[in-house]
């Protein structure tokens, strides 16, 4: 198999410069999507991309018809963009092994389970404080940091919450219809803002992310990026003092407004998750040299200890430094095996197989094994259609949407920039 080659530079450009982004190097390949749970180049694209690093050619001048300067693709770290791959396996196996034997159960013993799945959504958020940062602050526009992310996001979603009004009426998913009122709301992209559960359970991490972007640039305009000590301390000191009064106060005032209103606080800020993001925001400080690294160290160790002192015992403090090992050492170029293609392409679907593998799946499951076909043998059918469905999304319908919504924002940034003609005399 054949690695995707990079080179390291030492990086200590100001992220908060105009042009910081084109001083940084990195181990990178060229790619437009920053979350973790959001890619964007197709597998061809992305073997384009690896042949230019491989040529040491500019990376920008692969991507020719995504020159457009407000989303402008970016220099992305392969290695961090395989933790995502890495990050949406672990969700696969975890949806289709332990979450299915609970809530539908195999018609028998299935020999084994996956159940490390909440260590994939800390993993998802960690690598989306890096690199959404990054994005941010490179862009250094919040307009063109929120297009980007809309028109990555939002057109795929919507189809395939539309595609989940049918695919939730097939067995074993048909025991609760979807009422209009919450199909609506899942439109939004955050339902439970609106007192709905998400059609797709899975999706509830998409909601999270969100309302981290919301934060994030927030604490970007009034000035709290760059004074970032002051503003995500702001939001661990409120984790770390509201999220376990609400959780004790939930029994005695759970049906009080004022409890409401806290938790829709909570949620809006989403102070359950905020110290994951920060820490993913404080290893990029500490990737581009900026503050003092002890005191970004000594954050990370802060957020780390503000997080499981909310989370009742959900994740292993060890599992949590070594993911944060992982992220550090991905960062830097330092995990080799991960610039193999087979995680590069999976990090190119991994948004279509996030968004399609769980509904669906579970009902491919449920078909199968219930027609005679052996558990282990239903969940291999099950896997490998996602994954063959991923890719087809991604270069048929994700690829040529998202660039097409793209020139679309270039014209349209074009010509609000054009000065206004002067009346004819």
């Known amino acids: 198999m054949q690695a995707v080659t990079s080179?390291?530079?030492?990086?200590?450009a100001d992220p908060f410069a105009p042009s910081a982004w084109q001083k940084e190097s990195a181990i990178s390949i060229s790619t437009d999507s920053d979350s973790p749970a959001a890619t964007g180049h197709s597998p061809a694209?992305?073997?384009?991309?690896?042949?230019?690093?491989?040529?040491?050619?500019?990376?920008?001048?692969?991507?020719?018809?995504?020159?457009?300067?407000?989303l402008k693709p970016h220099r992305r770290i392969v290695e961090l963009d395989a933790l995502r791959a890495m990050a949406a396996i672990n969700l696969v196996l975890f949806h289709f092994t332990h979450v299915y034997a609970v809530k539908f159960g195999y018609t028998s013993p299935l020999g084994g389970e996956w159940p490390y799945g909440a260590y994939g959504v800390e993993l998802f958020f960690i690598l989306s404080g890096f690199v959404n940062s990054?994005?941010?602050?490179?862009?250094?526009?919040?307009?063109?940091?929120v297009a980007a992310r809309l028109i990555r996001i939002v057109p795929l979603f919507l189809m395939v919450i539309?595609?989940?009004?049918?695919i939730t009426t097939l067995a074993p998913l048909n025991g609760q219809p979807v009422s209009t009122a919450q199909f609506l709301a899942n439109l939004t992209l955050m339902p439970r803002v609106f007192g709905y559960e998400c059609i797709d359970p899975v999706m509830w991490t998409l909601q999270v992310e969100m309302m981290f972007y919301f934060v994030l640039v927030t604490l970007f305009c009034k000035g709290f990026l760059k004074r970032y000590f002051v503003g995500w301390g702001s939001l661990l000191a409120a984790s770390l003092v509201l999220c376990p009064t609400l959780d004790a106060a939930k029994a005695s005032y759970g049906d009080t407004t004022i409890f409401a209103a806290f938790t829709a606080v909570r949620h809006l800020l989403v102070l359950?998750?905020?110290?994951l993001f920060a820490i993913g925001f404080l290893l990029y400080m500490i990737k581009t040299g900026v503050g003092p690294k002890w005191k970004n160290l000594l954050g990370?160790?802060?957020a780390a200890g503000v997080f499981h002192s909310i989370d009742h015992g959900k994740h292993n403090p060890a599992a949590t430094v070594l993911i944060i090992g992982l992220v550090t050492m991905a960062a830097y170029g330092k995990i080799?095996?991960?610039?193999?293609?087979?995680?590069?392409?999976?990090?190119?679907?991994?948004?279509?197989?996030?968004?399609?593998?769980?509904?669906?799946?579970?009902?491919?499951?449920?078909a199968f094994d219930h027609a005679g076909v052996p558990p282990l043998a239903s969940l291999a059918i099950a896997i490998v259609f996602s994954f063959a469905l991923a890719l087809v999304i991604t270069n048929r319908v994700e690829q040529p949407i998202t660039k097409a919504l793209r020139r679309l924002y270039a014209k349209a940034t074009e010509r609000a920039r054009q000065p206004a003609a002067e009346p004819a005399v």
């Open 7 to 12: 080179t390291t530079h030492s990086s200590s």
């Open 45 to 70: 694209e992305v073997r384009e991309l690896a042949k230019a690093v491989r040529k040491g050619q500019c990376i920008e001048s692969v991507s020719s018809d995504e020159s457009a300067a407000a």
């Open 134 to 145: 990054m994005s941010l602050l490179r862009r250094g526009k919040p307009t063109d940091f």
């Open 162 to 166: 539309g595609a989940n009004l049918w």
């Open 272 to 275: 359950d998750f905020a110290p």
């Open 300 to 302: 990370i160790v802060i």
């Open 336 to 366: 080799p095996v991960l610039r193999l293609k087979p995680f590069v392409t999976v990090s190119a679907i991994s948004y279509a197989l996030y968004l399609c593998h769980n509904n669906l799946g579970c009902a491919l499951i449920h």
